[in-house]
């Protein structure tokens, strides 16, 4: 067990199996928030007598991040890993990679970036692409990459027959897969 994933799983998005193994780091995060919170209250009770004294407050506060790794829990108990691993020699992908927006959540197995273009597979046959590529080209324009063609697939083998059509990723790829794995859970 990593222990410092518990602050931070950020630089391992997009790694094999990540939802899966987060999912456990989550629920970890979020078992030693509530604990901390129940331990302050216990103590500042018996130690007092009575629920008015500074800990009280210091455990409802405390409750605030633990709620939020709650929030967390749930988000990643709500998707499983991707359990094919998939070679892609010199293009840059990723797995599990789940893009959160206002109305709806887009689930992407496996991504890869390359020539300019984003391509990934989902084994979500309602998978809205349109929708998806709105919400990526946005946070893309923001940073200033340039047009990107976005394809999502739902036929697995044409998109392993994709991806070996692709070359070698470059600087620009590199910045957008930087971006798509800020933007993800």
Do not use: W
């Not at 950020?10 to 193994?21: A, E, H, M, Q, V």
């Not at 509530?34 to 455990?59: D, E, Q, R």
């Not at 979500?124 to 349109?130: I, L, Q, S, V, Y």
């Amino acid at each position: 067990m990593n222990f410092s994933r518990l602050f931070s799983g950020d630089s391992f998005k997009g790694t094999y199996r990540y939802l899966d193994i987060q999912r456990k780091y989550e629920i970890a995060r979020c078992a030693i928030g509530y604990a901390i919170a129940f331990a302050l209250f216990l103590a500042g009770y018996l130690t007092t007598g009575t629920k008015k004294n500074l800990l009280t407050i210091v455990a409802v506060l405390g409750m605030l991040p633990a709620s939020k790794a709650l929030v967390s829990v749930i988000m990643f108990c709500r998707y499983k890993s991707f359990k094919d691993e998939i070679d892609t020699k010199e293009v840059l992908s990723a797995y599990d990679m789940v893009f959160t927006s206002e109305k709806v959540n887009y689930h992407v197995s496996h991504l890869c970036v390359a020539d300019g273009c984003i391509i990934g597979y989902t084994e979500n046959n309602k998978f809205n692409e349109a929708a998806f590529k709105d919400h990526v080209s946005a946070f893309l324009s923001a940073e200033k990459i340039g047009d990107m063609t976005i394809k999502i697939f739902t036929d697995k083998k044409a998109y392993l027959n994709r991806i070996s059509s692709l070359t070698t990723s470059d600087k620009t790829d590199a910045a957008c897969m930087k971006v798509l794995k800020q933007i993800v859970l």
